[in-house]
């Protein structure tokens, strides 16, 4: 029997190893544990999501909490160490690009735990993004490796991994998405809000370089303020970004948006219903420019760069410089019609999970 800690930190992470865990679970070959570390605690950025996506509650948590990125990545690596060194499991799977993947890592690593990574050899190139330090520290000291892109395979081999080790799988956050489509239809936020199915766009933000300087946030607000009053936006604020906002005193201009509908962040099915049926989104997510290129929403990437570059290639993703004339000339474009995807990305067909057990069946000789 293959004992896995399947590892979960923050938001993203779970819809992640919802399909993975399940599957395992079902299965007699495996005793999968799951362990959440606690980076998110909010229940509106974690527990909901557990309910949601049918998750067991985690068989280890260990509380971490916020903090800056050392304090964060240490305080998982503490506590981790300590469980790693009573349960010794058979393998580790983390998921992503938080800091709660490249602590987990670092520890089973070192204690000869072997690493499977999913979400592998996705890279901006840009490494001011603390992400981009996670995915590529976190690659290098893996020993399985799950992609859900080319991009990820060819970064992979040029970086010198084991092609033996490396296995294409598809997307697991697509897999959580296909299987929740329809149940997301029932939750009843659009009414909740006052918007109404293709009528509204919907915006994301939290990543440091837009929210936590004062001018590139204010300059994103001054095209938000435009673009409102063509089409009303939806704003779920992160907890990070909502500090931002009161730090900088922008929460007057933010309350004077009359079609600017601000919420708190919300559960998976809810913002999935809101992102199926928007005429487009802006954000500076990395798994909403993947799930809105498999639902062929129109999504405005407030980014330089993407790891996530098929979104672009085959989807409805665009890079939009952070000027207010780019930023309303792409939402007029999503409006107009004109930011369609070719294709959805090859094995985004909610069967990457099945994948990745198979795998490790096969490795494992059971
Ligand atoms: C983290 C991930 C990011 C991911 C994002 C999704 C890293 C480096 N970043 O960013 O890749 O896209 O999650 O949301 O791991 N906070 C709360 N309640 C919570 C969690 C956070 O209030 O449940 C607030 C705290 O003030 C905290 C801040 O948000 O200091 C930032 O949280 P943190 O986990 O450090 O990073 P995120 O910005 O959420």
Redesign the pocket.
């Known amino acids: 029997m293959l004992k896995i800690v399947n590892v979960v ?4 992470n779970f819809m992640k190893v919802a399909p993975i865990h399940r599957r395992m679970a079902a299965d007699p070959q495996f005793k999968p544990v799951l362990l959440h570390t606690g ?4 229940a ?3 527990h909901t999501f557990f309910v949601e996506l049918e998750m067991p509650e985690p068989d280890l948590y260990l509380g971490v ?3 800056t ?1 050392a304090e ?1 990545t240490a305080a998982v690596m503490v506590a981790v160490e300590k469980i790693f060194m009573q349960e010794r499991p058979d393998w580790v799977l983390v998921v ?6 490249l602590a987990v890592s670092l520890v089973a690593a070192k204690l000869h735990i072997p690493v499977a990574h999913v979400e592998s050899g996705l890279r901006s190139g840009d490494r001011t ?3 981009e330090i ?1 995915r590529l520290l976190t690659d290098r000291i893996s020993d399985l490796f799950f992609i859900t892109e080319q991009s990820g395979w060819d970064h992979l081999l040029e970086e010198g991994t084991n092609p033996e080790k490396m296995h294409l799988v598809g997307n697991v956050m697509i897999d959580s998405l296909v299987e929740h489509l329809d149940k997301s239809r029932s939750s009843t936020i659009q009414q909740e809000l006052g918007v109404q199915a293709h009528q509204y766009a919907l915006m994301t933000l ?3 370089s837009n929210v936590d300087q004062p001018q590139v946030l204010r300059r994103i607000l001054s095209a938000v303020e435009i673009l409102q009053k063509e089409t009303p936006i939806v704003f779920p604020i ?3 970004t ?2 931002m906002v009161s730090q900088f005193g922008l929460d007057p201009l933010i309350r004077s948006l009359d079609r600017l509908i601000l919420a708190e ?1 919300l559960g998976y099915l809810a913002f999935l219903r809101l992102m199926s049926e928007a005429r487009y989104v802006i954000t500076d ?3 909403i420019q993947e799930e809105t290129t498999y639902l062929n929403i129109p999504c405005l990437t407030l980014r330089e760069n993407t790891e996530r570059p098929i979104t672009i290639t085959l989807g409805s993703n665009r890079l939009v410089p952070l000027t207010v004339d780019a930023m309303v000339h792409y939402a007029r474009e999503a409006l107009a019609g004109r930011l369609k995807r070719k294709a959805i990305p090859p094995l985004w067909d909610g069967k990457a999970g099945r994948r990745v057990v198979d795998v490790f069946k096969k490795i494992s000789g059971c």
């Open positions: 930190g923050a938001r993203p980076q998110h605690y909010d509106r950025m974690s909490g916020s903090g990125h964060q992503g690009d938080v800091n709660s993947t993004m603390p992400e996670n939290h990543r440091p992160h907890p990070r909502r500090k962040p997510s990395g798994g």
